[in-house]
């Protein structure tokens, strides 16, 4: 360090002092990126698919290698964010921290029972859910859309408690994700996040 061995415990300061492994200097920690992407439909979120199906990250041209923060499946649209911040990915992730998402989801069916019975904490997995928040929106003829907000984000959360509901998932739109809103970001657009808006998403993944 700084052209001398270092000694067994002795600490450094990476922004400051030369260090080195074998001559090489020590690889620095690339600077966090995290963006939101107004995801498609019909697009997966992995970074590859062997189907040859379009992915999420093909619409993400940022300069660095960033992942997907969760899932969004093929056929439903939203926000989606992308990270190279493994420590934030794992908080947002992680069933503890339980930040809440928020879909508008239009469906047919017997649109009378709809609402109460979405808002039952059915069971997912041989697990209870927790009670989502289910808020009428408005109703066209044969279809009502509604606003959904759950904490835990089961594999097709909302499709399965659509199915479970007897409901036909006609729409399925990702609206909000903490306290990130997709607001007026186009489809297939993205856009990088503020420090405000990092910042707080970091929070949010510590609660």
Not at 71 to 82: C, I, T
């Amino acid at each position: 360090m700084n052209g001398a061995v270092a000694a067994l415990g002795q600490s450094a300061d990476a922004a400051t002092d030369d260090i080195r492994i074998d001559g090489r200097p020590l690889p620095k920690k690339a600077e966090p990126v995290c963006l939101m992407l107004y995801k498609p439909r019909g697009y997966v979120t992995t970074l590859s698919d062997e189907l040859g199906r379009k992915t999420a990250a093909s619409l993400v041209h940022c300069g660095c290698r960033v992942y997907p923060v969760g899932r969004l499946d093929y056929a439903s649209e939203g926000l989606l964010l992308f990270t190279n911040d493994g420590e934030l990915a794992n908080r947002l992730m992680h069933p503890k921290h339980s930040v809440e998402k928020v879909y508008e989801v239009t469906v047919s069916g017997n649109l009378d029972t709809a609402q109460s019975l979405l808002s039952r904490p059915i069971v997912l997995d041989g697990r209870k859910i927790q009670p989502p928040q289910v808020v009428f929106l408005r109703q066209n003829d044969k279809k009502a859309t509604f606003e959904i907000t759950i904490h835990e984000g089961r594999n097709r959360q909302i499709r399965r408690m659509c199915e479970a509901a007897g409901l036909t998932v006609l729409r399925l739109c990702r609206v909000r994700e903490g306290s990130l809103s997709l607001d007026d970001l186009p489809v297939g657009k993205w856009r990088y996040l503020t420090k405000e808006e990092y910042d707080e998403l970091y929070r949010e993944g510590t609660k």
